[in-house]
């Protein structure tokens, strides 16, 4: 008796269409999720930067009077850059506490430089030279740090001082999305009391500093670092970096603070 051949069972082109359908709906679903999940981790891993940043000041204020590190009370003879901002970053290197300059740039942040720079401290001086210098991959024009800085405090200031913040930060307290390193997501901000906080941008931005001449709170950063009543040019000041095209509250030549309300 002659068999019928046997026709072996597979997915008809409808079928296939359906199952390419799903994955992609899947896909769709699942990619956002994924994405978000990393962005979070990488914000996290910033958080502990900025922690490791903050704790490297405190450190060095241990060796040099109670005082963190200042750009505007340090002679161009001792540490020099063309940008002073990044003197405060350069100061803590030029002690040996914390020498690694990706630690100052955010995987995040669309103004990173594609290539970080390989040393904060001129990498061409020899042990025997005086560390005077910055390095060129750090100072140059284009590498803008993802966090701004406070100069001019002292260990015993108000814990509620700000030390370092994510770059952007605004008077209202709010971030820019042109110039924030999370764009206008939030940021970051470590105080002088140990504590590092990530501020979400609302669209009424929360008052969650303290002002330096009263208890209430405020959003201006400029009026929560300390302010010298007697002499307000020996205030703190604000220093960061503006990226290509944006603008930063900590100016690269220190932004004076404000009296508080």
């Not at 597979?10 to 699942?30: C, K, M, N, Q, R």
């Not at 009077?65 to 003879?77: E, F, G, M, S």
């Not at 110039?179 to 609302?202: P, Q, R």
């Not at 931005?205 to 405020?218: C, E, G, Q, W, Y």
Request: aromatic share 8%; net charge positive; charged share 15%.
């Amino acid at each position: 008796m002659r068999q019928s051949p046997r026709h072996t069972a597979g997915f008809t082109l409808i079928e296939l269409l359906t199952v390419i359908a799903i994955l992609g709906i899947l896909a769709a679903l699942l990619f956002p999720t994924v994405g978000s999940a990393l962005d979070r981790a990488k914000r996290a891993a910033d958080g502990a930067n900025i922690r490791e940043i903050s704790k490297a000041a405190m450190i060095y204020a241990q060796d040099n009077n109670d005082r963190l590190p200042d750009p505007q009370n340090i002679p161009t003879t001792t540490l020099n850059s063309p940008q002073r901002a990044k003197l405060w970053p350069g100061i803590i290197a030029r002690n040996g506490i914390l020498n690694d300059p990706k630690i100052y740039f955010s995987k995040l942040d669309p103004f990173a430089p594609a290539t970080l720079p390989i040393s904060i401290i001129n990498s061409q001086l020899t042990a025997t030279q005086a560390k005077t210098s910055l390095d060129s991959t750090f100072t140059s024009a284009a590498v803008s740090p993802s966090y701004e800085f406070v100069g001019g405090l002292k260990t015993s200031d108000p814990a509620t001082s700000p030390v370092v913040y994510t770059r952007g930060l605004q008077t209202n307290g709010a971030w820019s999305v042109a110039s924030g390193t999370y764009k206008d997501v939030g940021g970051y901000i470590a105080f002088l009391g140990g504590n590092v906080e990530f501020f979400t941008n609302t669209a009424t931005p929360t008052a969650v500093l303290t002002s330096n001449f009263s208890n209430r709170k405020i959003g201006n950063i400029q009026q929560a670092i300390p302010f010298n009543t007697s002499n307000s040019t020996l205030s703190a000041r604000l220093w960061g970096i503006p990226p290509p095209g944006g603008t930063t509250l900590g100016g690269v030549n220190g932004t004076l603070a404000q009296r508080g309300q």
